[in-house]
């Protein structure tokens, strides 16, 4: 069971927008920073979105994140088919003292 | 570009010991905090603990399910970051990803999240 909440799947058709959610409680989401990763299969995961919604240099701006109170969403507008991959929230918990994930949203273009 | 190589994964039998190692290049190694993280198959990720720089430092700190068993350890003159595992148990078969810590100052605690991920390295653990 990971310790933040996120849907198993997702989908949306091209040039569509998604949302995914992230849900936590007031020991991590609440209090600490959210990031976002995408991971393609059989491949490392690539930090897409830090500090709630920031985005590093090379990340589109169809990705965008934002946090309210002990929950987050990361949105993907312009939807194409190479965004189908797995998407992981993480933030930091303030009681285990230590980064912790949720449990993935795989994300299909149909 | 920041280049993470993990190698030493392979398969172990229940009990057993393994050490990994992580070579970094293209960013100043010395100055990184750097954490561990692991994929079980087709499942999650599951931080597995952390090194500080030396410079603020270079104490360790470990997610539950391995403290005790797991020892993170690091080179800087060889820019390589080691996880060494002992009593391992078959729920440690996972992919082991060496990371870059993205390292925060909030309401004065100190926190890392990972930011940039190595290719990962294969450990199983069966009899």
């Known amino acids: 069971q990971s310790v933040l909440t996120q849907p198993p799947s997702a989908s949306g058709t091209p040039g569509q927008r998604v949302t995914i959610s992230c849900s936590g409680s007031s020991s991590n989401i609440g209090s600490n920073f959210v990031y976002w990763y995408k991971q393609l299969p059989g491949t490392a995961p690539k930090l897409l979105i830090f500090?709630?919604?920031q985005r590093p240099s090379g990340v589109p701006d169809r990705f965008s994140g934002s946090k309210s109170g002990t929950s987050a969403s990361l949105a993907i507008s312009g939807l194409r088919s190479e965004d189908e991959a797995a998407y992981y929230c993480a933030t930091w918990d303030d009681n285990l003292r230590g980064p912790v994930f949720g449990g993935g949203t795989k994300l299909t273009v149909l | 570009e920041v280049q993470l190589v993990e190698s030493g994964g392979g398969l172990v039998k229940p009990g057993g010991s393994l050490r990994l190692s992580c070579g970094g290049s293209?960013?100043?190694?010395?100055?990184?905090?750097m954490s561990w993280v692991r994929q079980a198959p087709g499942k999650g990720l599951e931080w597995v603990g952390r090194?500080?720089?030396?410079?603020?430092?270079?104490?360790?700190d470990y997610a539950a399910p391995v403290k005790g068993r797991f020892s993170i350890s690091r080179d800087d003159s060889k820019t390589t970051l080691y996880l060494q595992m002992n009593s391992l148990k078959t729920e440690d078969t996972a992919v082991y990803y060496c990371?870059?810590?993205?390292?925060?100052?909030?309401?004065?605690?100190?926190?890392?999240?990972?930011?940039?991920w190595g290719q990962g390295t294969l450990v199983t653990v069966s009899s």
């Open positions: 500090r709630n919604n």
């Open positions: 090194i500080r720089s030396i410079t603020d430092g270079g104490t360790t």
């Open positions: 293209g960013f100043i190694f010395n100055n990184e905090w």
């Open positions: 990371t870059t810590d993205r390292v925060n100052v909030v309401r004065g605690l100190i926190t890392n999240i990972p930011d940039y």
